[in-house]
């Protein structure tokens, strides 16, 4: 894959969040803005200050209607963990198995 261009249609996904629910990105669609946000593993020290960054202006998202994923190839359990330590009030999802197949469709991987 050569990446996504501006105006592509984002491929579609449904993920676990930190709680275990399903969070499809189609359930959006026509509804609000949705910033998505690839990282390598919960815990990591530049992972960890992004997410806090994240954290800390959600209300500026919320301001324009954007909803904030965030995905990472970690386990679900790992990133309940990474969500209470660190007070991360948005969805983080697992991309864990198949073992980082969004991020490959979003070529990140």
Partial sequence: MSGLRIGDP???FTL??????DVSL??????????????????????????AGIRDRLADFMTFDTEVL?????PM???RAFADADGLNFPLLSDFWPHGEVSRAYDVF
């Fill in 10 to 12: 984002a491929p579609d």
């Fill in 16 to 21: 676990r969040d930190q709680f275990g629910q």
């Fill in 26 to 51: 189609s359930s959006y669609r026509g509804t609000k803005a949705v910033a998505i946000l690839f990282y390598p593993y919960a815990f990591s020290g530049v992972c960890t200050g992004e997410m």
């Fill in 77 to 79: 359990f790992a990133l």
């Fill in 70 to 74: 965030a995905i990472s190839c970690d």
